[in-house]
């Protein structure tokens, strides 16, 4: 497996309790701190959560931590399961848009917010 490397930005806002837990990301990706994830159901391993896809990653549910190359291979990589995040700092897959990320979290119950800063 590949390595991750954390490079801090603005990306966490707030008081919110930040959670973080390892995950495997899925071989073929180059993915930044802030990339918007959720699960292949058939693999359990993470990718940039796309509206229209139907491999079970269309619903948002972790934000990675981490810049991750897991280009040449999977990679595990910390992500947050609970945060505060500036929305223009989040890397939105195809269809997202913030508001249907915060909805999507809402809609799990999860302990993850996104902040439209101004």
Known sequence: M?????ALNDLLVSDVPVITRNITIVSG????RGAVLDNITASDKYTLSASAAADGSQTP????????????????AAAYASGAFDSTKLIL???HTAATVEAAFR??????????LK
Do not use: H, M, W
């Open 2 to 6: 590949g390595e991750a490397i954390f």
């Open 29 to 32: 990706q180059n993915l930044k």
């Open 61 to 76: 549910a972790l934000v990675l931590a981490t810049d991750c190359d897991a280009s040449a291979g999977d990679v595990v």
């Open 93 to 95: 897959g195809a269809g």
């Open 107 to 116: 809609k799990a119950g999860a302990p993850l917010y996104v902040r439209v």
